[in-house]
């Protein structure tokens, strides 16, 4: 009976109340919409910014700027906002255990204000340094934002919601590229005069932001399991959930301190030294690399460039470009509400193959486009079936998997991890594809496609499926005698019996015992 209760006490978290969405709704839209936003702004503009940085150079020194060192410049230009994230995504443990999850996302919109501001007045003090910092400062937020906010709403979901919510941010992240698409045309803000103004503009949804998020309450995982505030906790699941029936959920987070009640909050160097989570570790690496060597950084910075390359009409490009952003909203969208159906795994495994996929797709096609011309259309579908296989699973699952597989006391130091690495791979393609697009042509994509059909494979083996899963749940399904369990039945198959399970070896009878010989019984 008492089980029967809990199991009722966790249906009844499971619904989708309004202060849910709107949570979802207000982090991402002041922080997950401006790193899309701030990936794509620079494309549209990029031939009116390289006038502005040439005629400030030959104001000051009487020179212009030769070919290479304006492309240089540029490309620092574009790819300082991955430096900024790189050192956003360092400080986002630090962050995150003083302030709050909350508290992270509401006290770092002042970054947001003062970027807007440099970038904005950039052309009046005719200073390209003020662009490039304020794309820097941007480039912290979104370091910071791009960690915090999955974690935000993936402690304050209930299990069954805890997918959905999790992508809500990549939804906003597409639109956030879409947006920047359409105030690109030449109609909008595509102008010379307004691309100051088209820099900036992102201060206007942070400052929506920072008017309602400091209303809701912090995360009842973090008030409880690290603030050890059971009082806020209640009154933050009151907040989230349909019901006050919440004793279930206060019990498995209580479960999750007592486990935790010995360690602190582990640094970065004691998360990778910790055997315990070697294969946790590991999968963020793996998928936060393979997520921006996927090619869509390259697709996202240079999308004009690309279908210049493929042909397309100079007067129709900001228009095949904005109707990308609208494959890349309605592919999150899929991916967002099929999540919890489908689970985790295949859409990351899905979404990398297409990727690969239509990579292969861009070389035969650049290749071939001198010879066929319709072959323009084919380069053209595989950059929308990047886009689309980027944003239905490898865009947002990433960031959701991270928080999944660790505990309370890893998650910073593995979002510091994930970021970090994540955001040295999108400066390592924003500032070097250009270059390898004049050296190795369209066979530069090559190099993608083996990024993705790795991850992929890697993904199929390693990484189990998570969804509907308590963090506990989750932690013991990775722990370090799962490992040692599955090479032990290989080797004594007639004293174990293994069965399949999501693509794992799991243990038949999950009650074995380990005793201090490390013999195995059932």
Same mark, same amino acid.
């Given at each position: 009976?008492?089980?029967?209760?809990?199991?009722?006490?966790?249906?009844?978290?499971?619904?989708? &109340?309004?202060?849910?969405?709107?949570?979802?709704?207000?982090?991402?839209?002041?922080?997950?919409?401006?790193?899309?936003?701030?990936?794509?702004?620079?494309?549209?503009?990029?031939?009116?910014?390289?006038?502005?940085?040439?005629?400030?150079?030959?104001?000051?020194?009487?020179?212009?700027?030769?070919?290479?060192?304006?492309?240089?410049?540029?490309?620092?230009?574009?790819?300082?906002?991955?430096?900024?994230?790189?050192?956003?995504?360092?400080?986002?443990?630090?962050?995150?255990?003083?302030?709050?999850?909350?508290?992270?996302?509401?006290?770092?919109?002042?970054?947001?204000?003062?970027?807007?501001?440099?970038?904005?007045?950039?052309?009046?003090?005719?200073?390209?340094? /003020?662009?490039?910092?304020?794309?820097?400062?941007?480039?912290?937020?979104?370091?910071?934002?791009?960690?915090?906010?999955? /974690?935000?709403?993936?402690?304050?979901?209930?299990?069954?919601?805890?997918?959905?919510?999790?992508?809500?941010?990549?939804?906003?992240?597409?639109?956030?590229?879409?947006?920047?698409?359409?105030?690109?045309?030449?109609?909008?803000?595509?102008?010379?005069?307004?691309?100051?103004?088209?820099?900036?503009?992102?201060?206007?949804?942070?400052?929506?932001?920072?008017?309602?998020?400091?209303?809701?309450?912090?995360?009842?995982?973090?008030?409880?399991?690290?603030?050890?505030?059971?009082?806020?906790?209640?009154?933050?699941?009151?907040?989230?959930?349909?019901?006050?029936?919440?004793? =279930?959920?206060?019990?498995?987070?209580?479960?999750?301190?007592?486990?935790?009640?010995?360690?602190?909050?582990?640094?970065?160097?004691?998360?990778?030294?910790?055997?315990?989570?070697?294969?946790?570790?590991?999968?963020?690496?793996?998928?936060?690399?393979?997520?921006?060597?996927?090619?869509?950084?390259?697709?996202?910075?240079?999308?004009?460039?690309?279908?210049?390359?493929?042909?397309?009409?100079?007067?129709?490009?900001?228009?095949?470009?904005?109707?990308?952003?609208?494959?890349?909203?309605?592919?999150?969208?899929?991916?967002?509400?099929?999540?919890?159906?489908?689970?985790?795994?295949?859409?990351?495994?899905?979404?990398?193959?297409?990727?690969?996929?239509?990579?292969?797709?861009? &070389?035969?096609?650049?290749?071939?486009? =001198?010879?066929?011309?319709?072959?323009?259309?084919?380069?053209?579908?595989?950059?929308?079936?990047?886009?689309?296989?980027?944003?239905?699973?490898?865009?947002?699952?990433?960031?959701?998997?991270?928080?999944?597989?660790?505990?309370?006391?890893?998650?910073? =130091?593995?979002?510091?991890?994930?970021?970090?690495?994540?955001?040295?791979?999108?400066?390592?393609?924003?500032?070097?594809?250009?270059?390898?697009?004049?050296?190795?042509?369209?066979?530069?994509?090559?190099?993608?496609?083996?990024?993705?059909?790795?991850?992929?494979?890697?993904?199929?083996?390693?990484?189990?499926?998570?969804?509907?899963?308590?963090?506990?749940?989750?932690?013991?399904?990775?722990?370090?005698?799962?490992?040692?369990?599955?090479?032990?039945?290989?080797?004594?198959?007639?004293?174990?019996?293994?069965?399949?399970?999501?693509?794992?070896?799991?243990?038949?009878?999950?009650?074995?015992?380990?005793?201090?010989?490390?013999?195995?019984?059932?």
């Amino acid at each position: 009976d008492d089980e029967t209760k809990r199991l009722e006490g966790l249906a009844d978290t499971s619904q989708l &109340t309004a202060s849910l969405l709107a949570v979802a709704f207000l982090t991402s839209f002041g922080s997950s919409m401006l790193y899309g936003y701030n990936l794509a702004v620079v494309n549209s503009p990029a031939g009116y910014i390289k006038d502005f940085y040439n005629k400030t150079m030959i104001n000051r020194t009487g020179a212009a700027l030769t070919e290479e060192t304006l492309t240089i410049i540029y490309s620092l230009t574009v790819s300082i906002f991955a430096i900024g994230g790189l050192l956003g995504s360092l400080i986002v443990g630090m962050l995150v255990t003083r302030f709050g999850r909350k508290g992270t996302v509401v006290k770092t919109t002042m970054l947001v204000f003062i970027a807007g501001s440099l970038m904005g007045f950039s052309r009046i003090c005719k200073s390209p340094e /003020m662009v490039i910092i304020g794309r820097f400062i941007t480039g912290i937020h979104s370091g910071i934002s791009l960690s915090v906010v999955p /974690m935000y709403l993936g402690e304050i979901a209930p299990k069954s919601l805890r997918g959905f919510l999790g992508l809500v941010p990549c939804i906003f992240i597409s639109t956030g590229v879409f947006l920047a698409q359409i105030l690109g045309l030449h109609e909008l803000l595509g102008k010379e005069e307004y691309w100051p103004l088209f820099l900036s503009v992102v201060v206007v949804p942070t400052f929506v932001q920072l008017m309602l998020l400091p209303w809701f309450p912090e995360s009842p995982r973090y008030l409880l399991i690290e603030k050890d505030n059971i009082h806020a906790t209640i009154t933050a699941l009151k907040w989230y959930r349909a019901n006050c029936n919440i004793q =279930a959920e206060i019990e498995e987070m209580q479960e999750e301190q007592r486990s935790l009640s010995t360690l602190e909050t582990l640094s970065v160097w004691k998360l990778v030294r910790d055997d315990t989570v070697r294969w946790q570790v590991l999968s963020v690496v793996v998928i936060n690399i393979g997520m921006q060597l996927s090619s869509i950084d390259a697709i996202w910075f240079y999308t004009n460039d690309i279908f210049e390359n493929a042909g397309i009409p100079p007067p129709e490009i900001p228009y095949t470009t904005a109707g990308t952003g609208i494959i890349e909203i309605v592919a999150a969208l899929v991916g967002c509400f099929t999540i919890e159906k489908l689970g985790r795994r295949p859409l990351m495994i899905g979404g990398f193959a297409v990727m690969g996929v239509c990579s292969v797709g861009i &070389t035969v096609a650049f290749s071939l486009q =001198a010879q066929l011309s319709f072959m323009r259309y084919i380069s053209v579908c595989c950059v929308i079936g990047i886009i689309a296989g980027f944003c239905i699973g490898p865009a947002g699952v990433p960031f959701l998997i991270t928080a999944e597989l660790f505990k309370q006391s890893h998650r910073p =130091a593995a979002y510091i991890i994930g970021g970090s690495l994540n955001w040295v791979s999108n400066f390592t393609v924003g500032f070097i594809f250009p270059f390898m697009q004049m050296s190795a042509g369209a066979y530069s994509y090559l190099v993608f496609a083996t990024v993705c059909f790795s991850v992929a494979i890697y993904v199929y083996f390693i990484i189990p499926e998570t969804k509907n899963k308590t963090f506990m749940e989750i932690s013991q399904m990775f722990s370090r005698k799962q490992p040692i369990m599955d090479t032990q039945g290989l080797i004594l198959g007639d004293q174990l019996q293994l069965k399949k399970m999501n693509g794992y070896g799991g243990l038949e009878n999950a009650s074995l015992d380990f005793n201090s010989s490390s013999s195995y019984r059932n």
